[in-house]
């Protein structure tokens, strides 16, 4: 029995996938992994449906490989988009999704018979790097994820901090810039308005219709509404001088905001995740040094800023985490 | 035995005054407090000699008072400004005072014979709230002082957070306009280099200076190097628009700071310290609006924003706490 190896679904529920793996109890690579697209405009019911129809198949696989039983897992953890309200389980509104009011833990739950927890997705993609990726053992984790939006965790002695209404970890409307751009979110100068993907792509685009020559408006054959931050990327590997600005730009908004919580907080570690992720020196270089330019120096001198280890599979990793942490006190 | 009072010595170390006074160990208003310009410029030795004889002084009085003796003195809790070293108990560097790398716990522990426990005073004045004021039962406390600089702390779960290398809080640090004014730490937009209250008062020069009609100039008979943001306050007790304005505009900048914070991390109360917040709601309302417009509802909602309600002795009475939290393990 006590050699037996025991299971947690992660369920990771994004605006544009749904990922679902079985992670063993200890923790680990997630097993059996599935991603579908989300389809959210379909509803949450049938969002739920195909979900629990994936890890179905996910747990059928690896228990048949391992040779273990249905009761070998012990329940789902579920990452989803906030705002949502932990204690009862429901997404209280997802702009990303579309649904409203919705009780995501309880529909999951229902339709797998397995005991859940739901928390949001970035908490959970910052818990699963605490864990199991590039912020293990950090005491002071700050996770900073930069897709459509950015979104942000903060683990503290190992517990995901949630703040007093499930709202905390919300850096991309950091304010760094007060009469700067205006954010998706009705304010001005979010950091989201100048380093998510879409704004990147914006504000690249703005360059090139002020008449900037750049490969950019090249490889997307002059359609610079097709422009994404990944053309941006593209333009960064092909040494286009115009692209390289931008990134370096990108660098710098977001060196102030991480400055900023590193003046806040203090972390030992910070964890960037997203594709932007990929310029690798061409983002962290001028990133780190705008870092030392505007934060304390025995601050940053104590923080390691790194990209995540666990680009795919943070957020199942970290899901089945916030389970296992509920249910049995720790990971 | 159980029935004697007892005490803890606390002792709040700033730039302009050291305030010493004895604290219940119970908790409770500082007996006997002594106030005593800092004079920073004799030296750390000299500065710690004076403030030890003030401890002296006031236990002296305190105890006759009370009927008690020396050893119902537990020990003594020091604020000093950071950044520092808690665990060796040195003053690392210290810019108010002019001092580096001093021993500040042991020989104040030395002089008075008495253990000791040295924290940043911006943590004890927050701890102070947490305590025994205007933070009490608050699970997530973000503390801002707005006085020559801009301190801060963070009290999470009765715990002060310090962060990797003491240095968390620094709110006052924080870009809020990330091409916006230098700051005397080097940086462009941090919220210091606009609220502070030297900040404030060079704000209100400037548009003096631009040839905008107000009382301040009045009030300091022309001579614009004297007005000081309690030039600005007197200004606004007087209903001057163009002090009214400086001081909204103070608030918009101050909510700006706040929102990130509560956006980030999601406080159940804001407690807001310093000379500046005799304005009320001068400051408060036009403060909290900001705050509307530019954090998530239901964080906003969930958070109060108020005054200090010990801006006289937070210091003396957190810094008691501190030892007693080390000391006791709780307050």
């Known amino acids: 029995m ?6 947690i679904v992660g369920l990771d529920i994004g ?35 195909r979900s629990a129809a994936a890890a179905e198949d996910c747990m059928e696989e690896v228990l048949a490989r391992h040779g273990g039983r249905r009761s070998d897992v012990a329940g789902i953890g579920i990452g989803a988009p906030g705002p949502l309200d932990r204690k009862t389980g429901i997404l209280l509104e997802a702009p990303n999704l ?4 919705f009780p995501l833990q309880q529909l999951v739950s229902d339709a797998l018979g397995l005991p859940a927890a739901l928390d949001n997705d970035a908490n959970c993609a910052t818990y699963g790097e605490w864990w199991m990726g590039a912020g293990r053992g950090s005491e002071v984790l700050v996770g900073l994820t930069l897709g459509t939006g950015i979104g942000g965790g903060l683990v503290l002695d190992g517990e995901i901090h949630h703040g007093a209404s499930d709202v905390a970890g919300e850096f ?3 304010t760094i810039d007060s009469t700067g751009r205006k954010c998706k979110c009705g ?16 504000r690249a685009v703005e360059g090139i219709e002020a008449g900037v020559e750049s490969v950019l408006s090249d490889l997307v054959q002059g359609d610079l509404e097709a422009i994404t931050a990944a053309t941006v990327y593209e333009g960064v590997v092909q ?3 115009y692209a390289l600005e931008v990134m370096k730009e990108t660098a710098k908004f977001l060196g102030a905001g991480v400055a900023n919580l590193i003046n806040a907080l203090n972390p030992d570690a910070i964890v960037v995740a997203g594709g932007v992720t990929r310029a690798g020196d061409h983002l962290f270089v001028p990133l780190v040094k705008e870092v030392r330019r505007r934060a304390f120096r ?5 923080c390691r800023i790194v990209p995540a280890a666990l680009p795919e599979t943070a957020g199942v990793i970290g899901a089945a985490g916030v389970f296992k942490k509920e249910t049995f006190g720790s990971v």
Do not use: F
Request: overall charge negative; proline content about 7%; glycine content about 16%.
């Open 2 to 7: 006590s050699d037996k190896q025991r299971w």
């Open 15 to 49: 605006g544009t996938n749904v990922v679902v793996g079985l992670v063993p109890l200890e923790g680990g690579e997630p097993q059996g992994v599935r991603r579908l697209p989300t389809q959210s405009e379909a509803g949450g019911v049938e969002v739920v449906r």
């Open 98 to 101: 579309g649904w409203r009011d």
């Open 172 to 174: 991309g409307h950091m």
């Open 187 to 202: 304010n001005y100068g979010c950091l989201e308005a100048y380093a998510s993907g879409p704004n990147i792509a914006a």
């Open 239 to 241: 040494g286009d001088p």
């Open 298 to 302: 025995s601050a940053v001198d104590a």
